[in-house]
Nanobody, 120 residues
Framework: VQLQASGGGLVQAGDSLRLSCAAS????????MGWFRKVPGKEREFIAL???????YYADSAKGRFTISRDNAKNTVYLQMNSLKPEDTALYYC???????????????WGQGTQVTVSS
């Protein structure tokens, strides 16, 4: 599976962004898809996942503001981010795993990352 993330940008606090992650391959629907983010000097942080059954799970930092979804017909997973805060500034990665997980280890496929910068 190859993943291509997009949709990042520079926004102001309170704004919204929608990240997209397009996947190649015919087995996309079999994978659990996650979004992580990375800030220099910190560990990669789990944000949200959508399972192969479309059930979702969120980190506390994302609950109520972010929504993850998938469109298997388009081989794409989305992360809708609302009410963005400066502390959401990070490089955001999508990832695919055959194991449902909220840690990076089981994810064998990663996109290249898309930068989100939120100004105050």
């Amino acid at each position: 599976v190859q993943l291509q993330a997009s949709g990042g940008g520079l926004v102001q606090a309170g704004d919204s962004l929608r990240l997209s992650c397009a996947a190649s391959g015919r087995t996309f629907s079999s994978y659990h898809m996650g979004w992580f983010r990375k800030v220099p000097g910190k560990e990669r942080e789990f944000i949200a996942l959508v399972g192969s059954d479309s059930t979702t799970y969120y980190a506390d930092s994302a609950k109520g503001r972010f929504t993850i979804s998938r469109d298997n017909a388009k081989n794409t997973v989305y992360l809708q981010m609302n009410s963005l805060k400066p502390e959401d500034t990070a490089l955001y990665y999508c990832a695919a795993s055959l194991i449902r997980a909220i840690v990076p280890g089981p994810y064998g496929y990663w996109g290249q990352g898309t930068q989100v910068t939120v100004s105050s």
